[in-house]
């Protein structure tokens, strides 16, 4: 099956600063890459995906990456704010009916 | 509009028993999925479903059983717990399966003595 690997485990950065997070996939089908957020005690909640066919997509402040030749993509979130403060998953899709999920990011905002 | 729903919420069973962990959606999605989340590990795909009588095996179903009978409706039966089917599990459903924004419930604890 696909493996994703997702990197850094844990981020702080101060509040304002950008935030950053990689990830990487095995499964040259894949053509589907969401990233969810997930605030303690919840399900996750998407906040932003990329299809292959796309290098790049942004929304407000967050903005996600795709390099297909390499097999990475990246979360980007600008300004970030005590809100943003959560854990971050990344996911591919090879198949069309599954996902594999990244071992999650814990981002903390420094108020 | 509810979204996604799980019942129960916690959930405490000794090692050997059975139980049911129920989600329902009510946003007429065909395509249904449970995850276990454990730490460290991500979210890992149990059993999904296309729509109403069809289910397959994601990356770890050993344990589990799942059936569709109703389009909103996707319950997960634990056979005889073990100790290491301890996790949060999480329901989705999205409207056009896997390639798809997925609509996750709020999750269920489940601890196994």
């Known amino acids: 099956g696909e493996n994703v690997e997702q990197h850094p485990s844990t981020l702080s950065v101060q509040e304002g600063d950008s935030a950053v997070i990689k990830c990487t996939y095995s499964?040259?089908?894949?053509?589907?890459f969401p990233w969810y957020k997930q605030e303690l005690g919840k399900g996750p909640q998407l906040i932003i995906d990329?299809?292959?066919?796309?290098g790049e997509k942004k929304d407000q402040r967050i903005a996600v990456t795709l390099n297909k030749t390499a097999k990475h993509f990246s979360l980007h979130i600008t300004e970030t704010q005590p809100e943003d403060s959560a854990v971050y998953f990344c996911?591919?899709?090879?198949?069309?009916?599954?996902?594999?999920f990244g071992t999650g990011t814990s981002l903390t905002v420094i108020p | 509009n509810a979204g996604v729903t799980q019942t129960p919420k916690f959930q405490v069973l000794k090692t050997g028993q059975s139980m049911t962990l129920q989600c329902a959606q009510d946003?007429?999605?065909?395509?249904m999925s449970w995850y276990r989340q454990d730490p460290g590990m991500g979210l890992r795909l149990i059993h999904y479903?296309?729509?109403?009588?069809?289910?397959d095996q994601g990356e770890v179903p050993n344990g589990y059983n799942v059936s569709r009978s109703t389009t909103e409706d996707f319950p997960l039966r634990l056979l005889s717990a073990a100790p290491s089917q301890t996790s949060v599990y999480f329901c989705?459903?999205?409207?056009?399966?896997?390639?798809?924004?997925?609509?996750f419930g709020p999750g269920t604890r489940l601890t196994v003595t």
């Open positions: 989705a459903s999205s409207y056009g399966g896997g390639r798809y924004e997925q609509y």
């Open positions: 499964d040259s089908a894949s053509n589907y």
């Open positions: 479903s296309v729509g109403a009588g069809i289910t």
């Open positions: 946003m007429n999605h065909e395509y």
């Open positions: 996911a591919a899709n090879p198949t069309g009916n599954q996902f594999y």
């Open positions: 990329i299809r292959s066919n796309v």
